[in-house]
């Protein structure tokens, strides 16, 4: 199938699209996560997916064995989420010992009990007088759409997630909580197309090292900053050709009446370096920055948005929030890029790669 021509300077200014001078073009094939790195270059940060293909659907663990501190910044309208408010600079509790980004909606918030006992089992927690208590915050998304809803991450998901968790970069498009995402909604499923979960990560001369990874399952589309082009979103009504759902909107179409909460990306940007829990918000605040770069629209009534920030404190040399957060927000845009580049079409929903 062939794309629709490239969008006219006017639609990319429409759109808040136009490309980031000076910046070389990525290519078009499906990416391996070793050619941009992955945020388990981050020392201390381990990850893991659990897939379910009857569905599909599936659910992804960041590990922090040693602990992280962390914060998180929530900008979508309809979030699931659990464990966020400890992550306020406020309250006790300094370090996580895991994130879980998850399918199922509400439900898949069961697979953090999954990874909270497998840390348990291996004594990783909060120590309190009684028991070692794992920090598991986590974060959900709706792929409910695809398949039979009744077959959802649960307990068992995020144990064996953990299982298959390691320090080699992680597998990326259609697995984990992106195997049952999709993109490009804001004319329904019917014109949607498969998203995914990707992951990058930047290293600097002195020894910084910012990674991220994202589930994208976003009612916008979906564009390559480097240049503006449309790398997946809403299709004509035809299904034969991505048209943009804005550039449709400003072409005088009607949007069909939408459900709030039903789709949602999620984010885990982490970092070696030190920082406390205000200063990991920050990040995570800066970090969404990414979405706005390749999500049009992002942050809507429609979406839970959610992005973690960890840092692993194993660099000793001082970082300002600053750079660690513009790191993080250009890591995260390279993540998103590289999720819907290497998802795989399922159930009628063409990827990036097949429309391409």
Do not use: W
Request: hydrophobic fraction near 45%; glycine fraction near 14%.
């Amino acid at each position: 199938m062939r794309l629709n021509p490239k969008p006219t300077r006017r639609e990319l200014l429409q759109g808040g699209l136009l490309a980031m001078a000076g910046q070389a073009s990525a290519q078009k094939s499906a990416p391996s996560a070793a050619d941009s790195g992955a945020i388990t270059d981050v020392a201390g940060i381990e990850v893991g997916h659990f897939t379910d293909r009857r569905r599909p659907t599936g659910c992804t663990v960041i590990l922090t064995p040693g602990g992280a501190v962390a914060g998180v910044d929530v900008r979508g309208a309809a979030p699931g989420t659990r464990e966020t408010d400890l992550l306020s600079p406020l309250n006790v509790v300094q370090q996580v010992h895991a994130v879980v980004l998850s399918g199922g909606s509400a439900f898949g918030l069961d697979a953090a009990t999954g990874v909270v006992r497998y840390l348990e089992e291996r004594g990783i927690g909060y120590a309190t007088s009684a028991a070692t208590v794992p920090i598991v915050p986590a974060a959900v998304l709706y792929d409910l759409g695809v398949g039979d809803a009744r077959i959802r991450p649960d307990a068992a998901a995020g144990y064996q997630a953990c299982r298959a968790a390691g320090t080699s970069p992680p597998a990326e498009g259609s697995v984990g909580a992106g195997a049952g995402a999709t993109v490009g909604k804001l004319f329904g499923m019917k014109r949607a197309m498969k998203g995914g979960i990707g992951t990058a990560s930047i290293k600097l001369a002195g020894g910084l090292t910012v990674g991220a990874l994202v589930a994208v399952n976003a009612v916008g589309d979906i564009f390559d900053p480097v240049g503006g082009r449309l790398l997946a979103g809403a299709r004509t009504p035809d299904g034969k050709s991505m048209t943009g759902a804005l550039a449709a909107i400003l072409r005088g179409e009607e949007l069909p009446p939408l459900l709030g909460g039903t789709n949602t990306t999620l984010g885990v940007v982490a970092t070696n370096a030190r920082f406390d829990k205000a200063q990991c918000t920050k990040i995570a605040q800066m970090a969404h920055d990414g979405f706005a770069r390749t999500i049009n629209p992002a942050h809507t009534m429609y979406d839970g948005d959610t992005i973690f920030a960890l840092a692993t404190g194993r660099a000793s040399a001082p970082v300002t929030v600053t750079l660690a957060g513009a790191l993080a927000a250009e890591a995260m845009a390279r993540a998103v890029v590289r999720a819907v580049r290497a998802a795989r079409g399922v159930a009628g929903i063409p990827s990036a790669a097949e429309m391409g």
